[in-house]
């Protein structure tokens, strides 16, 4: 009787897994970035969904209005919109995910540039699969980029990334507003991983000067990377 009383109070106490709902599922922005200026008219939506969902449609809006549907292939969207000038919020809608909004202005005025080309089969230069929806890495991430890039990591003292055979840390592989497709431009780029107090102490004294007028980001025949 002991016993049966026991397992009763488990039961009720102690919750069931069986059909707990997974955290919502959420829009990861790829490209462009948030409060991008671009100046084509053709504007490539990049974005991908991280946690779980079996949504197979995002529904895009355009300013509070339906533009129309897109597919989600194996988790990614890869579509492109056309855009009047002036600025736009799009949203992006589907299942089970939490909505992404993505605010651009299109105009004259050159800001955020895309790596790639707009049109979608240029995805397949760096990502194989990207016909069948496959958008992952076909092989180390360096052995990608030096299909076009030459290859920066020769010096004695080599930068960790670079070591690492990893330039995303840095660089934006879809696109950017800066003319070297960094993530962000400055000393803001290198505090995102240089930010301890011996680091912080050195750029204040250098009056918050660039980091790479002195440093090479890549690497270098000196020790601190320097030129």
């Known amino acids: 009787m002991r016993k049966f009383l026991i397992t009763i109070i488990l ?32 504007v490539l939506l990049i974005a991908k969904v991280e946690g779980f969902s079996q949504a197979k449609m995002v529904e895009i809006f355009d ?14 969207l890869a579509h492109r919109v056309k855009l009047s000038e002036g600025r736009h919020e799009l949203v992006l809608a589907a299942p089970d995910v939490r909505k992404q909004n993505v605010k651009i202005f299109r105009g004259k005025q050159e800001g955020y540039r ?25 092989s180390a991430q360096e052995k990608v980029c030096l299909q076009c890039h030459d290859a920066v990591g020769t010096g004695d003292f080599i930068h960790g990334p670079v070591a690492a055979g990893s330039c995303s840390p840095c660089h934006d592989p879809h696109g950017s507003k800066d003319s070297h497709f960094l993530h962000t431009t400055g000393k803001e780029l290198c505090m995102v991983c240089h930010s301890q107090n011996l680091s912080k102490e050195h750029i204040e004294e250098r009056q918050n000067a660039d980091c790479t007028k002195c440093h090479d980001p890549h690497s270098s025949a000196k020790n601190y990377h320097l030129h």
Not at 17 to 27: E, G, S, V, Y
Not at 63 to 76: C, D, E, H, S, Y
């Open 11 to 42: 039961a009720v106490v102690l919750p069931s897994t069986a059909h707990a709902q997974p955290d919502t599922a959420a829009f990861r922005l790829l490209a462009p970035s948030e409060e991008a200026f671009i100046s084509v008219e053709d």
């Open 63 to 76: 300013n509070g209005k339906a533009i129309g549907f897109a597919p989600l292939k194996k988790g990614v």
């Open 114 to 138: 895309y790596h790639i080309e707009r049109d979608l089969s240029s995805c397949g230069t760096c990502h194989s699969g990207a016909g069948e929806g496959e958008y992952g890495m076909p």
